[in-house]
């Protein structure tokens, strides 16, 4: 019996399947139903009914999962305390939102390689509702989003928020400012994707004019920001993914008579036994984000 038996066996029980914990721990099946094999060998019982599709736990394998939980806990709070950053290793998945990806990302990348450098880093860039899913479905360890994570056994904190501001191509021709709903609906609207918060904020807001207004919905932030560039549209995006395309003059920002609700972001991580480095990760992206705030109040 030993740490990373454990660990398998707490991944089996979380995700249900043998073939689900390979993935997450990086190992071939045979291995992982060999460390189940030996730890039942070991212990004289069976953990799992196998008999369905998917890995039940049976009676003694509930009561070694509570063992289980509070040993990994006790080893990651052990290595935390006492161990050299350089020696928590292993592979934490971020899962992180587009617009995180243009604005915060690369910073929080050097802090957590500098504080944990044999710690590997795995991005998935998405849209918050399928970072969500992926995260209670622990495909990823951690998620940069927008909303929260309600589900139980995960915590969810404000992360960062951002305005939207209205843009177009200087190609098109906009009526006089600031521009009604009425003559907006009227423009081809470039936005993200069709389950995203903001294409919701922004079709509320033009359906009441009861004109067909044409939207285009991307996953893409650089395709949504080529598409405004080229001229098929307008679009209301964060000032902070558009500052070369506001300098250069490609795009130019306009005023809309109403105001779209912010982008507010949040971190989400799982509130597991044995997810102290994934805690400390996100304490780690909060603190480098409340740095920057700073850093811009001085200035």
């Given amino acids: ?4 038996t454990l660990e398998t066996f707490v991944w089996i029980a979380r995700l249900g399947s043998f073939r689900a ?6 190992a071939s099946q045979p291995t992982i139903s060999a460390r189940i094999s030996s730890l039942e060998d070991e212990l004289r019982i069976e953990l ?12 003694k394998g509930r009561q070694l999962l509570a063992y289980a939980e509070k040993i990994l806990q006790l080893h990651a ?3 935390e305390t006492v161990a ?9 998945r971020l899962g992180v939102s587009e617009t995180i990806a243009y604005t915060w990302l690369p910073r929080l990348i050097e802090k957590i390689s500098e504080a944990y450098p044999a710690i590997n880093l795995e991005l998935d860039v998405d849209i918050s509702v399928n970072l969500a899913d992926k995260l209670i479905s622990r495909e990823i360890d951690i998620a940069f989003l927008i909303g929260d994570v309600t589900q139980a056994d995960f915590v969810s904190r404000p992360f960062c928020r951002y305005s939207l501001v209205w843009v177009a191509s200087p190609a098109i021709p906009l009526p006089e400012e600031p521009i009604s709903l009425a003559d907006l609906a009227r423009i081809p609207i470039i936005t993200y994707p069709r389950r995203s918060e903001p294409y919701a904020n922004i079709r ?5 004019t009861n004109h067909p207004t044409q939207i285009h919905s991307s996953s893409s932030l650089s395709t949504i920001i080529r598409m405004t560039v080229d001229g098929l549209g307008v679009s209301a995006l964060p000032r902070e993914i558009l500052t070369r395309e506001l300098a250069s003059g490609v795009l130019r920002e306009f005023r809309v008579d109403a105001s779209l609700p912010d982008l507010v972001f949040s971190t989400a ?6 997810a102290g480095v994934v805690r400390a990760v996100a304490e780690l992206a909060l603190a480098t984000v409340a740095e920057g705030d700073e850093a811009r109040v001085r200035q």
């Avoid at 050299?84 to 934490?92: F, L, Q, S, V």
């Fill in 1 to 4: 019996m030993n740490i990373k």
């Fill in 21 to 26: 914990a390979a993935k997450r721990l990086y």
């Fill in 48 to 59: 799992f009914d196998r008999t369905g599709r998917k890995a039940v736990l049976t009676a």
């Fill in 77 to 79: 709070e052990l290595l």
């Fill in 84 to 92: 050299r950053p350089d020696a928590i290793h292993g592979t934490i």
């Fill in 204 to 208: 509320s807001l033009v359906n009441p």
């Fill in 269 to 274: 991580f799982s509130a597991s036994p044995g």
